[in-house]
């Protein structure tokens, strides 16, 4: 491809994490030229210019003056490092959307708790965004929900479905779906830090739970979060040896149980968005009255 750059107005932060909106002294426009040195087409260069310029927090398209060759050379390899992220995007929700189908597998077998994961990631995301939590964390969580249970495909069917009380042998055949479930999904790198979620989801604010006993804010903010989704839907749910209890009753047990089985602030938040009535009304609660 010949002629000469075509101005696109991108702008390329210089210093990372730098507060405040970018200047003159922070920022140089260097992507002007991505057309010529990588051959990309306009439309292609244009949607990575958007995206550097929105996350800069400078206004498209900026504009600019000449550039130089060391301006072509880095426009060229910010375009390639852009396409490959989102390859790598593509390829994260590839590995994502296996596992979750594995997970779901275990779900349309058993009509009580069939779409239980899905009220799950609801209740816990929109609890992670009344607390203000980085969109990093709220992915996490946001897979960590949909996969919490994947660790009972190792679980028996009998212990699953009985109608009863566990015997103390069957409880602690139960308690080791987070393990599992952490070594099942162990393989897959980018969910590191949503296995570490699954993995400690039962454990309680008073150290009381598994599997490693842990307490307080020595949990992971996203299992706290988890404890309080789960726990929630599982009472609002049907289940072989209960009929699902109604919303206040469900509310009751969140407020008896805070500050022992769950952290206090994640129930305050989970209580604000009930009363808020945010939840679609395939996630069952209605609005809740105080």
């Not at 507060?19 to 990575?48: E, R």
């Not at 301006?71 to 596992?99: C, K, P, R, W």
Request: with cysteine; hydrophobic share 40%; net charge negative.
């Amino acid at each position: 491809m010949s002629g000469p750059p075509v101005s696109i107005g991108c702008a390329v932060v210089l210093t990372p994490g730098a507060a405040g909106p970018p200047d003159s002294g922070v920022i140089t426009t260097i992507l002007q030229s991505a057309v010529t040195a990588g051959g990309l087409p306009l439309a292609t260069v244009g949607s990575i210019c958007q995206m550097v310029n929105s996350l800069s927090g400078v206004p498209y398209p900026l504009p600019i003056g000449p550039i130089g060759s060391s301006d072509v050379l880095i426009a060229g390899q910010a375009a390639v490092a852009l396409e490959n992220a989102s390859l790598y995007e593509d390829l994260e929700m590839s590995y994502f959307s296996t596992v979750k189908a594995l997970a779901r597998a275990i779900e349309v077998k058993d009509p009580y708790t069939h779409g239980h994961s899905e009220r799950v990631t609801e209740y816990a995301m929109a609890i992670a965004r009344q607390l203000g939590l980085s969109e990093r964390d709220k992915k996490n969580i946001k897979y960590a929900a949909a996969l919490h249970d994947i660790g009972k495909i190792g679980i028996a069917r009998r212990v699953l479905d009985k109608p009863g009380a566990l015997t103390e042998e069957e409880f602690t055949h139960i308690k080791t779906h987070p393990q599992l479930g952490e070594s099942i999904m162990e393989p897959v790198g980018f969910l590191k830090s949503p296995r570490e979620i699954i993995l400690h989801h039962h454990e309680r604010y008073d150290g009381a739970g598994y599997p490693d006993g842990l307490e307080g804010e020595g949990i992971d903010t996203g299992s706290r979060i988890l404890a309080v989704a789960d726990a929630f839907e599982a009472m609002m749910s049907d289940r072989p040896y209960r009929e699902a209890l109604p919303l206040e009753e469900a509310v009751a047990e969140l407020e008896k149980n805070s500050g022992s089985q769950f952290d206090p602030d994640v129930v305050i938040a989970f209580l604000e968005v009930l009363r808020q009535g945010n939840l679609s009304r395939s996630s069952r609660p209605s609005r809740l009255d105080v």
